[in-house]
């Protein structure tokens, strides 16, 4: 049932985004709406991603362990909001936005993009935290 409706949502986001997004894989990731466990997707292992150190960095380093809490860019010192959609409702609703600083963020951590896989975890790992 879960998995219908993940589906259903992500027929309807390729039907509102038209061929852009069938180009682009990693922009249908937010298509995953259910917090935690949905699909084939996993918060616990989003969770191992999100603190894993690349080469210096962590997502954690700029988001912080508690993606519920601000963050700060570790280079600039600038404040980044909270990543959690619980307490940052702006988060995770723009399939561009989210797709442009997955690309951004894995190259820079990891030194390559992450995969659809990888971030449909972080997406329900981000979902998946309560107030
Ligand atoms: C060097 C600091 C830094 C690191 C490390 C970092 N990020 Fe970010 N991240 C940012 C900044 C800056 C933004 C954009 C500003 C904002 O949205 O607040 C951002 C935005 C995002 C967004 C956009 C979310 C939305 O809907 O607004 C996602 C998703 C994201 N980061 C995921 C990750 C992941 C996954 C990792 C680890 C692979 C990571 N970030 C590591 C700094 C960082």
């Avoid at 409706?5 to 894989?25: C, M, R, S, T």
Wanted: aromatic share 6%; proline share 8%; with cysteine.
């Amino acid at each position: 049932m879960a998995s219908r409706i993940v589906l259903f949502q992500l027929i309807l986001l390729l039907a509102a985004a038209g061929p852009a997004l069938a180009a682009d894989p990693p922009g249908i990731v937010p298509a995953t709406q259910a917090g935690g466990d949905s699909g084939s997707f996993s918060a616990g292992r989003g969770e191992q991603l999100f603190t894993t150190r690349g080469r210096d960095w962590s997502c954690a380093t700029c988001h912080t362990a508690d993606p519920r809490n601000p963050g700060r860019h570790t280079v600039t010192g600038k404040a980044i909001a909270p990543m959690a959609p619980a307490v940052n409702p702006e988060r995770l609703g723009d399939p561009a936005k989210v797709a442009k600083w997955f690309r951004r963020n894995c190259k820079d951590v990891f030194a390559r993009e992450c995969t659809p896989q990888e971030q449909g975890d972080v997406i329900a790992y981000l979902r998946s935290l309560g107030k």
